[in-house]
């Protein structure tokens, strides 16, 4: 993945505002620089390969389920200024910090929503995104009248949930799983495509 050096900037100047207001909000419990470098910022680029695998050169709505400190939708944004990304959390405090960073880093393609995404509705999206917000079962619930048709999710999670993807509804099918290597991350990561049969 290659980054402009704007979108690194942008990249350090989110990583020390989500430094600065975590000391008031309690957004994240990694508060050291270079662990937001490695735990947030790393971890939630992981997946940009797979978005532009996804996108395949045409346009791009990313719901960011469960955004809590903007992770991973405001680093998407930064990388993929092309997608357009909305991200929705039911934390006011954290949806005001959301809207803050995207204002400070002039984001013209992020929308905030504060709400309970299960109430939420808006055109439909083409990939459904999600990083500890849910289990696989719940997260498929609660958003599935937000997927657009020939849309899928991408559920960001730690080692392999075996029980989660064996409690998916029948309609609901594991079409991808990647292993994702982030650096300076010693630690199991995988991305979970799941499509509609």
Partial sequence: M?????????????????????????????????????HHLLDSLSIVPELERRAGGRELRVLDVGAGGGLPGIP????LPSVQVILIDRVQKK???????VVELSLGNVTVVHARVEQFRAAAFDVIVSRAFAALPEMV?????????????????????????????????????????????????????????
């Fill in 2 to 38: 290659q980054l402009s050096d704007q979108q690194a900037s942008r990249l350090l100047a989110f990583a020390g505002l989500l430094q600065k207001w975590n000391r008031v909000y309690n957004l994240t419990a990694v508060d050291s620089l270079d662990a937001i470098v490695s």
């Fill in 76 to 79: 998407i944004a930064i990388a």
């Fill in 141 to 197: 619930r609660l958003t599935s009248h937000l997927l657009a048709e020939g849309g899928c999710w991408f559920a960001m999670k730690g080692a392999y949930p075996t029980e989660e993807v064996g409690a998916l509804p029948p309609e609901v099918r594991l079409s991808r799983t990647v292993k994702l290597r982030v650096p300076l991350l010693d630690a199991e990561r995988h991305l979970l495509v799941l499509c509609p049969r």
């Fill in 95 to 101: 949806t005001a910090f959301i809207q803050q960073a």
